[in-house]
């Protein structure tokens, strides 16, 4: 049963830093890429990041490039959001997401995690 | 980007009903779309994707009665007789080329 498991949310001031972590079982995590959507309170999904399976590729929405940072340890089964110079409107709901395929491009997201509250306020 | 736009924000039925959610794209994207579901205070969840003549992609475990059909820039999501475990928050997702990978605003099936 694949299981993903995110962890390190928080409340934290505006321009502090957080990471999240997702910890990954039940599948081959470093055949996968992975992704990380978040929703903020009351509202829609939103992309934040993707990486492929090998952690060389990755990407990220407008709203967080050059402040967060994807990441991941194929031999920990994990995966990492640094999270920089937050603001109040990265204020959400952070899920995990396993990709169908390797490469973060041209995927749909199969499973989910529960999801990680960040607030920053 | 692409942006995905959804309808109706809202629809109200009955259980055993017919449910039909729109999705529109600002540009064509093939048969690159998700959908997913969201039950209140539950992560979201991958129903079906990828629309093409010979079906589309329903994902383990979703019954037969969730069906998606369309191309290019309009698509449908069809749930043919409503259970009581249908009411929730349904988002389309392009998947198209590259990202950012862009959701629509969701509609909710309520009775």
């Known amino acids: 049963e694949v299981q993903l498991m995110e962890s390190g949310g928080g409340l934290v001031q505006p321009g502090e830093s957080l990471r999240l972590s997702c910890a990954a079982s039940g599948f081959a995590f470093s055949s996968y890429a992975m992704t990380w959507v978040r929703q903020a309170p009351g509202k829609g999904l939103e992309w934040v990041s993707g990486i492929s399976d090998s952690g060389g590729s990755t990407y990220y929405a407008d709203s967080v490039k050059g402040r967060f940072t994807v990441s991941r340890d194929n031999s920990k089964n994990t995966l990492y959001l640094q999270m920089n110079s937050l603001r109040a409107e990265d204020t959400a709901v952070y899920y995990c997401?396993?990709?169908?395929?390797?490469?973060?491009?041209?995927?749909?997201?199969?499973?989910w995690g529960q999801g990680a509250l960040v607030t920053v306020s | 980007e692409i942006v995905m736009t959804q309808s109706p924000a809202t629809l109200s039925v009955s259980p055993g009903e017919r449910a039909t959610l729109s999705c529109r794209a600002s540009q064509s994207i093939a048969t690159n779309v998700a959908w997913y579901q969201q039950r209140p205070g539950q992560a979201p969840r991958l129903l079906i994707y990828?629309?093409?003549?010979?079906?589309?992609n329903r994902a383990t475990g979703v019954p037969a009665r969730f069906s998606f059909s369309g191309s290019g820039t309009e698509f449908t999501l069809t749930i043919s007789s409503l259970q009581s475990e249908d009411f929730a928050v349904y988002y389309c997702?392009?998947?198209?080329?590259?990202?950012?990978?862009?959701f629509g605003q969701g509609t909710k099936v309520e009775f």
């Open positions: 997401a396993k990709d169908s395929g390797k490469i973060a491009l041209r995927e749909v997201f199969d499973f």
């Open positions: 997702q392009h998947y198209y080329n590259f990202p950012p990978w862009t």
């Open positions: 990828g629309a093409s003549a010979t079906g589309s």
